[in-house]
């Protein structure tokens, strides 16, 4: 299945945060950087494991269990709704 | 004075408040009731400057708000401007005039989110709220053209003792015009609210009932629909608000003349504010006297000054301490700790009590509403 973000929430990098951010009505998160490494993945055609694909093509030397951090972290994104299963 | 010991941080919401003119006429509106005394308004071109100036800083989330925004033709020309510099644009209205075509617009010129204010669940009672006829229809009409435009949005009711009774309808209309979030948000007692508060403050058995109500309904929810956030009055609790999230620190108010605020309620103090007509919005925030004048913790009075929870609410709300008590150093008399509590008290044990004082409608002068007995 792939994965969209949820048009209710904007990612956007903010030179005054120093870091990428999601804005929604009234509010907003920081993201730190390998949330935001994950979140800019979504695009609405790539897969959980598209994305993994892809992160670990990014960051060749990552650890060996980035691949299951990503899995938490994308798991977490749903569970707020950042982010929807299309 | 405490700037030095304070950390200034950026002006992250910009609320800009565009007109004090509205249609409607609420009576807890927290616009200042002097009204009629204001200047007139700033032009587009003011404006579009204070938007880059505050986005340069470092803002992000942007309130357009009034009165009602809307009366300003300007408004699509704000949007736009405000959109490309990266902006999260958000209105903030009541959605009188708020046609097709303008909905249309606004998206094309980018704005991200819609709020839309309700007085009430039922015709009848939002139309008497707002004094004015009609409006409930004109609000359903506008809550589905929103959806239909695919903004997000967030339904605001304005909860007082004249409507928390309606709680059940409240919920299933927002359910029915597939609200994302739902602001059930009982009034604070600014403004025309202060004015009216013996009519509006709720009774604690009131608000029991309103909140266990909304948590059932939420239970029963198991993920779907809107979101709802009940916002409960400061008078019932022990501990004040972290007003602002501490004065000068997050937010910036500009006022349809141009002033600027650390709080949309502060003109009421008594200090002198400053305007984007003769100063920069940077140089507001980071040296104007009135920004800096509560900043940190050397203006606390006691028992703040020496109390451990300080950094947690900065001694509350200095608007309420200054209604209240006369004034503006003093401890917010929500705090159990402050020797002026039992003000908030006795407006607790006088709610529901009838009153022979009149409710007063919000008016400018040129509206000509008169002021009505309930
Ligand atoms: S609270 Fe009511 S009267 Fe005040 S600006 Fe909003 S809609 Fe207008
Ligand atoms: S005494 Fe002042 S700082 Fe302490 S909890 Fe009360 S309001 Fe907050």
Same mark, same amino acid.
């Not at chain 2, 609320?15 to 009576?27: I, N, R």
């Not at chain 2, 357009?64 to 949007?79: I, W």
């Not at chain 2, 059930?184 to 029991?208: C, D, F, I, M, S």
């Not at chain 2, 300080?310 to 200095?318: A, M, P, Q, S, V």
């Given at each position: 299945?792939?994965?969209?973000?949820?048009?209710?929430?904007?990612?956007?990098?903010?030179?005054?945060?120093?870091?990428?951010?999601?804005?929604?009505?009234?509010?907003?998160?920081?993201?730190?950087? !390998? +949330?935001?490494?994950?979140?800019?993945?979504?695009?609405? *055609?790539?897969? /959980?494991? &598209? %994305?993994? !694909? +892809?992160?670990?093509?990014?960051?060749?030397?990552?650890? *060996?269990?980035? /691949?299951? &951090? %990503?899995?938490?972290?994308?798991?977490?994104?749903?569970?707020?709704?950042?982010?929807?299963? /299309? | 004075?405490?700037?030095?010991?304070?950390?200034?941080?950026?002006?992250?919401?910009?609320?800009?408040?565009?007109?004090?003119?509205?249609?409607?006429?609420?009576?807890?509106?927290?616009?200042?009731?002097?009204?009629?005394?204001?200047?007139?308004?700033?032009?587009?071109?003011?404006?579009?400057?204070?938007?880059?100036?505050?986005?340069?800083?470092?803002?992000?989330?942007?309130?357009?708000?009034?009165?009602?925004?809307?009366?300003?033709?300007?408004?699509?020309?704000?949007?736009?401007?405000?959109?490309?510099?990266?902006?999260?644009?958000?209105?903030?209205?009541?959605?009188?005039?708020?046609?097709?075509?303008?909905?249309?617009?606004?998206?094309?010129?980018?704005?991200?989110?819609?709020?839309?204010?309700?007085?009430?669940?039922?015709?009848?009672?939002?139309?008497?709220?707002?004094?004015?006829?009609?409006?409930?229809?004109?609000?359903?009409?506008?809550?589905?053209?929103?959806?239909?435009?695919?903004?997000?949005?967030?339904?605001?009711?304005?909860?007082?003792?004249?409507?928390?009774?309606?709680?059940?309808?409240?919920?299933?209309?927002?359910?029915?015009?597939?609200?994302?979030?739902?602001?059930?948000?009982?009034?604070?007692?600014?403004?025309?609210?202060?004015?009216?508060?013996?009519?509006?403050?709720?009774?604690?058995?009131?608000?029991?009932?309103?909140?266990?109500?909304?948590?059932?309904?939420?239970?029963?929810?198991?993920?779907?629909?809107?979101?709802?956030?009940?916002?409960?009055?400061?008078?019932?609790?022990?501990?004040?608000?972290?007003?602002?999230?501490?004065?000068?620190?997050?937010?910036?108010?500009?006022?349809?003349?141009?002033?600027?605020?650390?709080?949309?309620?502060?003109?009421?103090?008594?200090?002198?504010?400053?305007?984007?007509?003769?100063?920069?919005?940077?140089?507001?925030?980071?040296?104007?006297?009135?920004?800096?004048?509560?900043?940190?913790?050397?203006?606390?009075?006691?028992?703040?000054?020496?109390?451990?929870?300080?950094?947690?609410?900065?001694?509350?709300?200095?608007?309420?301490?200054?209604?209240?008590?006369?004034?503006?150093?003093?401890?917010?008399?929500?705090?159990?700790?402050?020797?002026?509590?039992?003000?908030?008290?006795?407006?607790?044990?006088?709610?529901?009590?009838?009153?022979?004082?009149?409710?007063?409608?919000?008016?400018?002068?040129?509206?000509?509403?008169?002021?009505?007995?309930?």
């Amino acid at each position: 299945m792939s994965l969209k973000m949820n048009p209710l929430y904007r990612l956007q990098y903010e030179k005054a945060q120093n870091g990428h951010v999601l804005l929604f009505p009234e509010g907003m998160v920081k993201l730190s950087e !390998s +949330a935001a490494e994950i979140l800019l993945q979504v695009d609405g *055609e790539r897969t /959980e494991t &598209d %994305i993994k !694909s +892809a992160l670990r093509d990014k960051f060749p030397d990552a650890p *060996e269990d980035m /691949e299951q &951090d %990503i899995d938490e972290f994308l798991s977490h994104a749903k569970e707020k709704n950042w982010v929807l299963d /299309e | 004075m405490s700037s030095e010991s304070a950390q200034i941080g950026t002006p992250f919401w910009l609320l800009a408040e565009l007109t004090y003119q509205c249609p409607l006429h609420c009576p807890y509106c927290s616009n200042p009731v002097n009204m009629d005394a204001e200047n007139a308004e700033i032009d587009t071109q003011q404006w579009l400057k204070v938007l880059s100036d505050a986005r340069e800083m470092g803002a992000v989330q942007l309130g357009f708000s009034g009165g009602e925004p809307l009366m300003r033709k300007d408004l699509e020309t704000l949007v736009k401007h405000a959109s490309e510099l990266g902006f999260y644009t958000n209105l903030i209205t009541s959605g009188i005039g708020l046609t097709e075509k303008r909905i249309k617009a606004l998206k094309e010129a980018g704005l991200d989110h819609v709020q839309l204010s309700f007085q009430a669940a039922n015709a009848e009672e939002n139309d008497l709220i707002g004094n004015k006829r009609h409006s409930f229809e004109q609000k359903q009409k506008v809550a589905r053209l929103i959806k239909k435009y695919d903004y997000p949005m967030v339904l605001n009711f304005c909860i007082t003792a004249q409507n928390i009774a309606q709680m059940p309808d409240v919920m299933d209309l927002s359910c029915e015009l597939q609200a994302d979030f739902v602001e059930l948000a009982t009034v604070q007692y600014y403004g025309w609210a202060y004015e009216n508060r013996e009519h509006l403050l709720p009774t604690k058995q009131q608000l029991t009932t309103a909140e266990t109500y909304v948590n059932q309904f939420r239970d029963g929810q198991e993920g779907q629909g809107p979101k709802f956030i009940f916002v409960t009055p400061d008078y019932y609790e022990v501990r004040p608000k972290a007003c602002m999230n501490g004065w000068g620190t997050t937010f910036l108010t500009v006022t349809p003349d141009g002033t600027c605020l650390p709080c949309h309620s502060a003109k009421i103090l008594p200090l002198t504010f400053p305007n984007v007509k003769e100063q920069s919005v940077q140089d507001i925030w980071h040296n104007d006297f009135s920004f800096n004048h509560f900043r940190g913790d050397d203006w606390m009075p006691s028992p703040c000054k020496d109390c451990d929870e300080k950094h947690i609410d900065f001694g509350g709300c200095r608007c309420q301490a200054f209604m209240l008590t006369g004034d503006m150093y003093k401890t917010d008399p929500v705090c159990s700790k402050s020797p002026d509590h039992h003000l908030i008290q006795s407006a607790i044990a006088n709610a529901g009590e009838s009153t022979d004082k009149p409710l007063r409608y919000r008016v400018l002068k040129k509206d000509k509403i008169p002021v009505k007995t309930v």
